[in-house]
């Protein structure tokens, strides 16, 4: 299970690009991102993870032909999904159930995976909040049922240097009740903290902040240094880089709606 995401931690953050999914993997392997090959879903979606030990970013989109998965296409554009890792689903739902959470029954999916000599099939069993309940986006949890088909050294070596995502920001016009719903929800602890509050979940953290209407407003990720991303960034039409000191900068992807936090290690 190497570099799995420990249970109760961040396992991953979701940005959806609906039928967008080429440019989005080309714009971020122009930006020095390594994503993995093209996945599949049994559900009816495609995806691209940008894999590092512990907590990962996932491109997932809409396939051209076949099922779409329904869940995607009522979900809105860009980031908006936040997924804690689960050591059991069938736990995971219960305790929620019992903190007074409407959640369904578990959901079980999977796809093909290709390796040298060979294909295997990862497979992931999700247990998911209410749509609705949090107006920033989708919240659920996810057990890892193969996480060394997810996980895999070779998949960690970034030409930008990215090693880890640290954190997301939400925005809300209610912080401190909405940072204890997530805390209920992720079972974690809402902290207050400059300018806002703070669930940990395990090495990364969900930050809410005041805003005018709930959102996901921005990653943090964290990279060897900086001089990689940046160098990409300014090079792209597509991209808008701001350097604000010597071990910070900003990134803006305009046509996803994201905006990158981007740290470096030292």
């Not at 967008?20 to 991102?33: H, I, K, N, T």
């Amino acid at each position: 299970m190497t570099g799995a995401a420990a249970p109760g931690s961040l396992d991953h953050v979701v940005v959806n690009v609906l039928r967008r999914m080429d440019e989005a993997a080309d714009l971020f392997a122009a930006l020095g991102f390594r994503l993995t090959p093209r996945g599949h879903h049994s559900l009816g979606s495609i995806n691209h993870l940008m894999m590092v030990p512990g907590a990962y970013l996932e491109l997932v989109g809409l396939p051209e032909t076949g099922p779409q998965r329904q869940e995607l296409k009522d979900s809105p554009f860009g980031l908006n999904g936040l997924v804690v890792a689960s050591a059991d689903a069938d736990t995971t739902h219960d305790r929620l159930a019992g903190a007074g959470f409407e959640v369904g029954s578990p959901v079980a999916f999977s796809r093909p995976v290709a390796l040298d000599g060979g294909e295997a099939e990862a497979r992931f069993r999700t247990v998911r909040l209410p749509a609705g309940l949090f107006p920033a986006g989708r919240v659920y949890h996810c057990q890892h049922l193969t996480p060394d088909l997810v996980w895999r050294p070779e998949w960690f070596a970034h030409p930008n240097g990215f090693t880890a995502l640290d954190g997301v920001t939400v925005e809300s016009p209610t912080p401190e009740a909405e940072a204890r719903l997530y805390a209920a929800a992720c079972g974690a602890t809402a902290e207050p903290g400059e300018g806002g509050w703070r669930i940990r979940l395990g090495d990364a953290s969900v930050t809410v902040v005041p805003g005018p209407h709930g959102r996901f407003a921005a990653l943090t990720l964290r990279f060897a240094d900086l001089d990689g991303i940046e160098a990409r960034a300014r090079a792209l039409p597509g991209a808008e880089w701001t350097r604000r000191g010597k071990r910070t900068g900003a990134l803006t992807l305009p046509a996803f709606g994201l905006h990158l936090r981007c740290e470096a290690a030292s």
